[in-house]
């Protein structure tokens, strides 16, 4: 299993941006799926989007033209670009990732990172 390392939360007023980062060790990134997840307090974690080896990505309905994850090979690691941020983007956010083959489990997972919107 590969080991991700999550960063770049923090706290943002509505409508900024901000730029989430998962470095990957022990693997090769552009290999496998890469998704994100996020938690806010007191509701179940939802996926985010994700982003396949191939280089397709889809989105959350609540994200899509807003978010897009950004893959850079040579680095090892993936973004989550957060624009026009929303109160209810509020939550922790995890990268994971797997296997890119059908139904694979997301089977390695970061610590997560904390974003906070204000309205």
């Known amino acids: 299993q590969v080991q991700l390392e999550e960063s770049g939360g923090g706290l943002a007023q509505a409508g900024e941006s901000l730029r989430l980062s998962c470095q990957a060790s022990?693997?090769?990134?552009?290999?496998?799926?890469v998704g994100w997840f996020r938690q806010a307090p007191g509701k179940e974690r939802e996926f985010v989007g994700a982003k396949y080896s191939q280089g397709y990505a889809e989105y959350a309905d609540s994200v899509q033209g807003r978010f897009t994850i950004l893959r850079d090979a040579a680095r090892n690691a993936h973004y989550l670009q957060m624009n026009n941020l929303v109160p209810e983007d509020t939550a922790v956010y995890y990268c994971a990732a797997r296997p890119d083959v059908f139904a694979a489990p997301w089977d390695s997972w970061g610590q997560g990172t904390q974003v906070t919107v204000s309205s």
């Open positions: 022990g693997g090769t990134l552009s290999k496998l799926r």
